[in-house]
């Protein structure tokens, strides 16, 4: 059985940065694409961005220019590094990825990591 395990949120004041990690359980497993969430109560998820095997990364909007997300392949995790943050970034910060053992690939969600910005 494989996890993703995401690390990194917590409590942050405005302006603040946080850096969040996301990687597989079992190092037997390669992570692929990877896609990072926020949810917040009420609402359903909302992408921030993306990164492909290959590198390519895609953002919201709302985050460009603020928030990187970049991969490590030795250590088979992917970041998402957020500056300037602001209220409007609080919530749980879900990691979704493909990971791939042999030449099977699957999806799979972590368990999610709470993000505060606050004043």
């Known amino acids: 059985q494989v996890q993703l395990v995401e690390s990194g949120g917590g409590l942050v004041q405005i302006g603040g940065s946080l850096r969040l990690s996301c990687a597989p359980s079992?190092?037997?497993?390669?992570?692929?694409?990877v896609t990072w969430y926020r949810q917040v109560p009420g609402e359903q998820r909302r992408f921030v961005a993306s990164?492909?095997?290959?590198?390519?990364?895609n953002y919201a909007d709302s985050v460009k220019g603020r928030f990187t997300i970049s991969r490590d392949n030795a250590k088979n995790t992917v970041y998402l590094q957020m500056n300037s943050l602001k209220p409007e970034d609080t919530g749980v910060y879900y990691c979704?990825?493909?990971?791939?053992?042999?030449?099977?690939?699957?999806?799979?969600w972590g368990q999610g990591t709470q993000v505060t910005v606050s004043s």
């Open positions: 979704n990825a493909r990971l791939r053992r042999y030449n099977v690939e699957n999806g799979y």
């Open positions: 079992r190092s037997d497993f390669s992570l692929n694409a």
């Open positions: 990164i492909t095997s290959g590198g390519s990364t």
